[in-house]
């Protein structure tokens, strides 16, 4: 058993290279199309997967989000955009492995069929129940609900790269119920009807090892940072502790 400390950067790294591999996505950039909704945890992501595409030139991570959660004393509008309105450089829309460039999930969800992946991440997630939830600043329900429609009305394949760092505890529904409620002040919370994949489950998809969260917290540019306990043969142990020796130096995310 290795026991591993994961910073929230170096978890969104590994979330994106474990997303970049999973099978759902891989068919679909073969044959069908893949939407990266722009997020923080959604950059990296798109930089693994058009890297391995051979496509990552012209991509940036900057101001690739639509809401951002900064600390209290730091300026956003109502809806969580930044306070400078940069300009946004739409979502990363991927049809038969080839990026088609400058269009956002609004220009393509009609379109999408079974078969196709919307990579969405989310603002909470509860790990018991296995499911996720999104904050919404946007009083038309803004991306995710662009997403929701092609899962429920054709049977899309929505994934939640989503890190542990953003665990909660109770019943998602209960807790959108508060945030829903008339009355109530600040984003709203939806539940999502997606695939989670967080830390945990990109070890075992990358090298096969089994991975747990034993405890979290850190200091002096920890904060947010997580302990895993990995578990698998020697082999295993020692491909997981290598990706994770690698992922130690990746720096702290930057708007």
């Given at each position: 058993m290795r026991q591993i400390v994961l910073t929230p950067a170096a978890g969104k790294r590994l979330i994106a290279?474990?997303?970049?591999?999973?099978?759902?996505v891989l068919a679909a950039l073969q044959s069908g199309t893949v939407v990266v909704v722009a997020g923080t945890t959604n950059g990296y992501v798109a930089e693994e997967i058009l890297g391995d595409l051979g496509q990552l030139e012209g991509f940036t991570r900057n101001r690739f989000f639509r809401g951002i959660t900064?600390?209290?004393?730091?300026?956003?509008?109502?809806?969580?955009?930044?306070?400078d309105e940069s300009p946004f450089p739409g979502d990363v829309v991927i049809v038969e492995g080839t990026w088609d460039r400058g269009k956002t999930i609004f220009d393509v969800a009609d379109g999408l069929k079974e078969g196709d992946v919307v990579l969405?991440?989310?603002?909470?997630?509860?790990?018991?129940s296995r499911r996720a939830a999104v904050l919404i600043g946007d009083p038309q329900g803004g991306t995710i609900m662009q997403a929701v429609k092609a899962v429920i009305g054709r049977r899309v394949n929505l994934i939640v790269p989503v890190g542990?760092?953003?665990?909660?505890?109770?019943?998602?529904?209960?807790?959108?119920?508060?945030?829903?409620?008339?009355?109530?002040?600040?984003?709203?919370?939806?539940?999502?009807?997606?695939?989670?994949?967080?830390?945990?489950?990109?070890?075992?998809?990358?090298?096969?090892?089994?991975?747990?969260?034993?405890?979290?917290?850190?200091?002096?540019?920890?904060?947010?940072?997580?302990?895993?306990?990995?578990?698998?043969?020697?082999?295993?142990?020692?491909?997981?502790?290598?990706?994770?020796?690698?992922?130690s130096t990746e720096p702290p995310f930057a708007s």
């Open positions: 290279k474990a997303t970049a591999r999973h099978p759902a900064l600390p209290p004393s730091q300026p956003t509008t109502e809806a969580g955009r930044l306070s969405k991440g989310a603002n909470a997630v509860d790990l018991s542990v760092e953003k665990r909660v505890t109770g019943n998602l529904d209960d807790l959108a119920a508060t945030l829903n409620a008339p009355g109530a002040q600040g984003p709203r919370l939806f539940p999502v009807p997606g695939e989670i994949l967080t830390e945990i489950d990109a070890i075992p998809l990358i090298t096969g090892a089994t991975a747990k969260l034993v405890a979290g917290g850190g200091v002096c540019g920890a904060e947010g940072s997580v302990w895993i306990a990995v578990v698998g043969t020697p082999e295993q142990e020692e491909s997981a502790a290598a990706l994770l020796t690698q992922l």
